[in-house]
C-alpha cells in the first residue's frame, strides 16, 4: 500500500479501466483519469498507486492520479537536487507571480523570477508553456518554487565565460554604448560589458563622454585588460 507499482491494463469499459497489478484480484480505476493518454488500449502498461489492498468490501483501491502526481513531484525534486530543467505551463495570475502547471503539480514563479528584466504585465505569460528550474521545495506540503531566471542568468554565464575566454589584450572589438556616465562609458560586447574610460575616449581633453559618444552608438574599441 501506498507505492506506486506497474499495471497491465485488462479492460476498458464505459467508465472504468480494469488493471492487473499481479495481486490476488484486479483492481478498477475511473475512465476519468486515463483523460490526457486518450489512445492506451488493453495490454499497456501503466504507473499506478495502491491506495488500499482492501477496502471496507475487500476490493483493491488503486489511483493513477496519485501516481501521476507522485512522479511529478519526483522530478520536481530532482531539478532542485541535480538542477535538471523541467517544463511547465503558465495556468494562472496570482498575487505577486503566476502559477505553473508542471507535469501536473501547481508551483509558483514569482514576479522576480520570470525574467531578468522586470516584468509587468503576467498576464501576457497565461498559457505559455516555459522551462524552468526548481529554487525552492517543501517536501512536507509537496509546494515548489521555479524560476526562468535562473535559465537566462545561466545561459548568460555561460556566454560570457566563453567571449572572455576569447579575449586577448591588443584585441580590437565592436562595442555598443550602453551607458555613459562623468567618468566613461560602458559598452556590451556582446554578452560582457567592458568600461572605457573618459581619457580613453578621444585623443584630446574632453569634459565629458557625451561630447564624443551617444547611447546606442556602435564603435571600435581595443581590448587593454579584462578579468
Excluded: C
Amino acid at each position: 500500500e501506498n507505492e506506486i507499482v506497474s499495471g497491465l491494463v485488462s479492460a476498458i469499459s464505459d467508465g472504468d479501466v480494469v488493471l492487473d497489478i499481479g495481486y490476488k484480484s484486479d483492481g478498477l480505476v475511473s475512465l476519468s483519469e486515463f483523460r490526457d493518454t486518450p489512445d492506451f488500449k488493453p495490454g499497456d502498461s501503466i504507473d499506478i498507486y495502491i491506495e488500499t489492498s482492501e477496502d471496507s468490501r475487500g476490493q483493491l483501491v488503486l489511483s493513477r492520479r496519485k501516481a501521476k502526481l507522485l512522479r511529478a513531484w519526483e522530478t520536481i525534486v530532482d531539478s532542485f537536487n541535480n538542477g535538471t530543467v523541467i517544463k511547465g505551463t503558465v495556468v494562472s495570475k496570482t498575487k505577486g507571480g503566476l502559477i505553473v502547471d508542471t507535469y501536473g503539480l501547481e508551483t509558483f514563479l514569482p514576479g522576480s523570477q520570470i525574467d531578468i528584466r522586470p516584468i509587468l504585465d503576467y498576464d501576457s505569460y497565461v498559457g505559455k508553456t516555459m522551462e524552468f528550474k526548481v529554487v525552492k521545495i517543501n517536501e512536507s506540503i509537496k509546494n515548489a518554487v521555479v524560476s526562468h531566471k535562473a535559465l537566462i542568468e545561466s545561459d548568460l554565464a555561460e556566454q560570457r565565460e566563453a567571449i572572455i575566454s576569447s579575449l586577448e589584450k591588443g584585441q580590437v572589438l565592436e562595442g555598443l554604448v550602453k551607458n555613459i556616465t562623468d567618468f566613461g562609458a560602458f559598452l556590451d560586447l556582446g554578452g560582457v560589458d567592458g568600461l572605457l574610460y573618459i581619457t580613453d575616449i578621444s585623443w584630446g581633453r574632453i569634459k565629458h563622454p557625451s561630447e564624443i559618444l551617444k547611447l546606442n552608438q556602435r564603435i571600435n574599441v581595443v581590448v587593454l585588460d579584462f578579468d
